[in-house]
């Protein structure tokens, strides 16, 4: 399910007693000088333990938070070894909600049990690090990173075939790094390949801008970022139906991809 689609769903949410919904906005962010020591464990204890002591007068909502609890207590454990930045949880017991979001941006940890799904740090965060394309320029090469709450989620390469005269995803080397021979031989073969690459400029970013506006609306982009030469991403740019947010002049086509991220959405 969609984000947004998970969000029309909680904001619809309308529980009756004695269920209610538990909201978990829990930091878990090993990089916070405050989480040296796994004060995340504490957090999650204490956060539940006095929802349970506010319960105490409501005992038929208080067995329903603690047939919760274990659950969300086990999802978050099984994930200590690789530990997401946040968790974001909304759970019930009678009518069965459960949606979770690990996210690489730090939250205010705070716990809920109300009617409603409350949404306000989530639409926050969605409304900083919203679904985003970002596409690393480089020639007739390119690297597309979706990213959602600041955390890459799909990572393809791709490079403009000269043999086929259409875009193929990029799983061996680049045919201008094949070799070519040696001495005048191989330097003429360079220069017809690149005048091939030249001669097929027009018919990459016509097919290019195809394949990204196909792409944006299969992941629901709602950002797009291009980053490269700029001349290339205008040129691009005109060949998409898509609205292009931002242009960033880097060339991080062969970097991390988690760096590019951290570079560009930080």
Same mark, same amino acid.
Request: glycine share 4%; aromatic share 8%.
């Given at each position: 399910?969609?984000?947004?689609?998970?969000?029309d769903? *909680?904001? @619809?949410?309308?529980?009756?007693?004695?269920?209610? *919904?538990?909201?978990?906005?829990? @930091?878990?962010?090993?990089?916070?000088?405050?989480?040296?020591?796994?004060?995340?464990?504490?957090?999650?204890? @204490?956060?539940?333990?006095?929802l349970?002591?506010y319960?105490?007068?409501?005992?038929?909502?208080?067995?329903?938070?603690?047939a919760?609890?274990?659950?969300?207590?086990?999802?978050?454990?099984?994930?200590?070894?690789?530990?997401?930045?946040?968790?974001?949880?909304? +759970?019930? +017991?009678?009518?069965?909600? #459960?949606?979770?979001?690990?996210?690489?941006?730090?939250?205010?940890?705070?716990?809920?049990?109300?009617?409603?799904?409350?949404?306000?740090?989530?639409?926050?965060?969605?409304?900083?690090?919203?679904?985003?394309?970002?596409? /690393?320029?480089?020639?007739?090469?390119?690297?597309?990173?979706?990213?959602?709450?600041?955390?890459?989620?799909?990572?393809e390469?791709?490079?403009? =075939?000269?043999?086929?005269?259409? #875009?193929?995803?990029?799983?061996?080397?680049?045919?201008?790094?094949?070799?070519?021979?040696?001495?005048?031989?191989?330097?003429?073969?360079?220069?017809e390949?690149?005048?091939?690459? $030249?001669?097929?400029?027009?018919? #990459?970013?016509?097919?290019?801008?195809?394949?990204?506006?196909? $792409?944006?609306? =299969?992941?629901? #982009?709602?950002?797009?970022? /291009?980053?490269?030469?700029?001349?290339?991403?205008?040129?691009?740019?005109?060949?998409? @139906? $898509?609205?292009?947010?931002?242009?960033?002049?880097?060339? /991080?086509?062969?970097?991390?991809?988690? $760096?590019?991220?951290?570079? /560009?959405?930080?």
């Open positions: 399910m969609s984000f947004q689609k998970t969000i769903k *909680l904001e @619809n949410v309308f529980l009756q007693k004695p269920d209610k *919904l538990l909201t978990i906005y829990l @930091n878990t962010d090993r990089s916070d000088p405050d989480q040296q020591g796994g004060e995340w464990k504490i957090a999650l204890k @204490n956060g539940f333990n006095r349970e002591e319960l105490e007068s409501a005992p038929e909502e208080r067995e329903r938070l603690l919760i609890r274990p659950k969300v207590e086990d999802y978050i454990l099984s994930q200590e070894r690789e530990l997401p930045r946040s968790f974001i949880i909304f +759970a019930s +017991a009678d009518s069965g909600i #459960w949606e979770t979001f690990e996210v690489q941006i730090p939250v205010e940890t705070n716990f809920y049990w109300e009617e409603r799904p409350n949404l306000d740090q989530l639409k926050s965060l969605h409304d900083q690090y919203p679904y985003t394309g970002l596409v /690393l320029l480089q020639q007739n090469q390119i690297k597309i990173l979706t990213t959602a709450f600041g955390d890459l989620q799909t990572s390469s791709m490079v403009f =075939d000269l043999d086929t005269e259409d #875009w193929r995803r990029n799983e061996g080397p680049h045919h201008a790094d094949v070799s070519m021979g040696s001495g005048g031989g191989k330097a003429s073969q360079q220069d390949y690149d005048e091939r690459l $030249k001669a097929n400029q027009q018919r #990459w970013w016509k097919s290019l801008g195809s394949i990204l506006d196909k $792409k944006a609306a =299969d992941e629901n #982009w709602e950002k797009i970022i /291009l980053v490269g030469d700029k001349e290339e991403a205008a040129v691009l740019s005109e060949n998409m @139906n $898509k609205d292009i947010h931002d242009t960033i002049q880097k060339n /991080l086509l062969n970097e991390n991809e988690h $760096k590019v991220i951290e570079k /560009l959405l930080a």
